[in-house]
């Protein structure tokens, strides 16, 4: 779906020697299995011998997200979100957090970050 933009960041690369991201907007209706189309902003990125292409599916309004801003800013910055989660519950082993309230969470939280003296 994104194979030109693709290219245009492989060329880019080879031609810098850097990485290369370009952003393209894509309707996708799989014929069967949806009832309208989606919306997909691809990225396409290039770094020195290897692509790194990504699809995010989403219902956002274009005008209010364009391609760059929705990937970069939105996407990207959830990614983030998501790894420090993780690296929270895994240096605090803090792996039964998965609670109903909000406090019971937190002091899930608060007692598996306590260092264990007996």
Same mark, same amino acid.
Request: net charge positive; proline share 3%.
């Given at each position: 779906m994104a194979e030109d #933009? /693709?290219? #245009?960041a %492989? /060329? $880019?690369c =080879? @031609? $810098?020697s850097k990485p290369a991201r370009h952003l393209k =907007? /894509?309707?996708n209706r799989p014929e069967e *299995? +949806? *009832? %309208? *189309? @989606? @919306?997909v902003a691809a990225k396409a990125e290039e %770094?020195?011998?290897r692509a790194n292409p990504r699809l995010l599916m989403t219902s956002l309004d274009e005008k209010? +997200?364009?391609a760059a801003q929705l990937y970069e800013g939105l996407s990207c910055a @959830?990614? =983030?979100m998501e790894s420090g989660i993780k690296e929270q519950r895994l240096d605090l082993l803090a792996d039964r957090t998965c609670c109903w309230s909000r406090r019971a969470r937190q002091t899930r939280l608060y007692l598996s970050s306590m260092p264990s003296c007996w």
């Open positions: #933009a /693709l290219e #245009a %492989r /060329l $880019t =080879e @031609r $810098t =907007e /894509l309707t *299995s +949806w *009832s %309208r *189309s @989606r @919306r %770094r020195v011998g209010e +997200w364009p @959830r990614g =983030e």
